[in-house]
């Protein structure tokens, strides 16, 4: 079965810290996902990559940057979070075998963020 | 800009009920339709894919339909049970696209 871990369930931090934010699949998947998810708003996506080193920004980039340095991690980092950065973070992999709309996303179980 | 609609925001059935969800699109041709459950603090999973060219897929009690004319996707569960409770996210890609884009997502509860 494929796994996808994320670093904290739960993390509460104060405005203008820096947030990191870890996701690591056990699968080999080419493609990595990081979204958000607000009551009403549904999942967005902040940034993807589908291979290491490379990064394409999503739907709502601003605020947020990311990094992935080896095929199986992929971080995300708030480089002075908010309050409107309180939110669920989800980060999600895929094979990459078929086209984005072909694959099956694998999620991990969450970070549930509050910025206080 | 796409807009994704899923018909209501939570559904109640009685358990051995069908459960008929429906999600709606505009402003887009998406060349592949997914459907995820979700269930409380936790990610989403994935159930079922259909593409453009497919009327219907099955898998075991859960069956979707997919019609381009209308713009929806139709999600059933048949034999509903209690343990079906969670919310039922769609999530539409086009061939080309770089990323899926999901409902908001209906919450099902399965009264026993």
């Known amino acids: 079965d494929v796994k996808v871990t994320q670093s904290s369930r739960y993390l509460v931090k104060r405005t203008g810290e820096k947030v990191f934010l870890e996701c690591v699949q056990d699968?080999?998947?080419?493609?990595m996902f990081w979204y958000r998810q607000d009551p009403g708003l549904g999942l967005r996506l902040i940034y993807f990559?589908?291979?290491?080193?490379?990064?394409e920004k999503g739907d709502i980039p601003e605020g947020y940057s990311v990094s992935r340095e080896k095929k199986e991690r992929f971080s995300l980092i708030l480089e002075s979070a908010s309050t409107n950065q309180t939110s669920m973070y989800l980060c999600?992999?895929?094979?990459?075998?078929?086209?984005?709309?072909?694959?099956?996303?694998?999620f991990g179980p969450g970070t549930r963020l509050t910025v206080l | 800009s796409q807009k994704i609609e899923q018909n209501s925001e939570a559904l109640n059935i009685q358990e051995g009920k069908t459960a008929t969800l429906t999600c709606n699109y505009t402003?887009?041709?998406?060349?592949?339709l997914q459907w995820y459950r979700q269930d409380p603090g936790r990610g989403p999973v994935f159930l079922l894919l259909?593409?453009?060219?497919?009327k219907e897929k099955r898998k075991e009690r859960l069956k979707v339909t997919f019609d381009t004319t209308l713009k929806q996707s139709l999600f059933h569960i048949t034999a509903s049970q209690p343990a079906d409770s969670a919310t039922y996210l769609c999530?539409?890609?086009?061939?080309?696209?770089?990323?899926?884009?999901f409902g908001t997502g209906t919450r099902l509860t399965v009264i026993p």
């Open positions: 999600a992999s895929s094979a990459g075998l078929a086209g984005f709309g072909a694959d099956t996303q694998y």
């Open positions: 699968m080999d998947h080419e493609n």
């Open positions: 990559s589908y291979d290491v080193k490379m990064k």
């Open positions: 402003n887009y041709s998406p060349a592949y």
């Open positions: 259909i593409r453009e060219n497919e």
């Open positions: 999530a539409l890609a086009s061939g080309g696209a770089n990323n899926l884009f």
